[in-house]
Nanobody
Framework: QVQLLESGGGLVQAGESLTLSCAVSGSIFRVYTMGWYRQPRRGTGIARESVALITPSGTTSIKDSVKERFTISRDNDGNTVVLQMTTLKPEDTGVYYC??????????????WGQGTHVTVSS
């Protein structure tokens, strides 16, 4: 019924930038909060964590450790969310997942996830 299509991951060196994009499609009535989560590298003992969220009105919530380097935005139709990441660090490495809280055409509300996109930052 709903798909979240992510793009933009890759391998970069420390200090470089990447932009992740996620587009929602399907039987959508309304898209509420959207955001990005990340699963750090294995062995860190860190579970999937919230990186940045944005509401339909544009209010954002960004993880403290990336606040000065990452920016989240949505396009005008509200169905695409973009995470701009600058001055990347090795600790930013992980799988980044797009998340969206969506009301379907049948008015059911679902919490949907993308398939994940890999970001690797080498030192």
């Amino acid at each position: 019924q709903v798909q979240l299509l992510e793009s933009g991951g890759g391998l970069v060196q420390a200090g470089e930038s990447l932009t992740l994009s996620c587009a929602v499609s399907g039987s959508i009535f309304r898209v509420y909060t959207m955001g990005w989560y990340r699963q750090p590298r294995r062995g860190t003992g860190i579970a999937r964590e919230s990186v940045a969220l944005i509401t339909p009105s544009g209010t954002t919530s960004i993880k403290d450790s990336v606040k000065e380097r990452f920016t989240i935005s949505r396009d005008n139709d509200g169905n695409t969310v973009v995470l701009q990441m600058t001055t990347l660090k090795p600790e930013d490495t992980g799988v980044y997942y797009c998340n969206a809280n969506i009301q379907l055409q049948n008015r059911t509300v679902v919490d949907s996830w993308g398939q994940g996109t890999h970001v690797t930052v080498s030192s």
